[in-house]
């Protein structure tokens, strides 16, 4: 049962931008923290921004000042606004659900949304 849906994806030129949208489940969503994974070709998927229920958030070095997460808790759904981007940003983005803040955290994927950033 597909409990996490990304949309937004999709080609864009560099410098351009766009905004990532990704549905949960309540049951889902009102866990510890959702967050944003990003895997290009040949690289491990690694983790973009995260924001916690309290609202805290953190990213990858790579994108603070560019992207922002974001969630509507009225409907169940977190965003990733992606501005600035750069042909390195390209990936598949995976929309994810954990359970705790402990290591031993049970994790949640979406199917998730391709982002090419090209010219």
């Known amino acids: 049962q597909e409990q996490l849906v990304e949309s937004g994806g999709g080609l864009v030129q560099p410098g351009g931008s766009l905004r990532l949208s990704c549905a949960a489940s309540?049951?889902?969503?009102?866990?510890?923290?959702m967050g944003w994974y990003r895997q290009a070709p040949g690289k491990q998927r690694d983790l973009v921004a995260r924001i916690t229920r309290a609202g805290s958030t953190n990213y990858k070095d790579s994108v603070k000042g560019r992207f922002t997460i974001s969630r509507d808790n009225a409907k169940n759904t977190v965003f990733l606004q992606m501005n600035s981007l750069t042909p390195e940003d390209t990936g598949v983005y995976y929309c994810?659900?954990?359970?705790?803040?402990?290591?031993?955290?049970?994790?949640?994927w979406g199917q998730g949304t391709q982002v090419t950033v090209s010219s």
């Open positions: 309540r049951s889902i969503f009102n866990m510890y923290a």
């Open positions: 994810n659900a954990q359970s705790s803040w402990t290591a031993a955290t049970q994790n949640y």
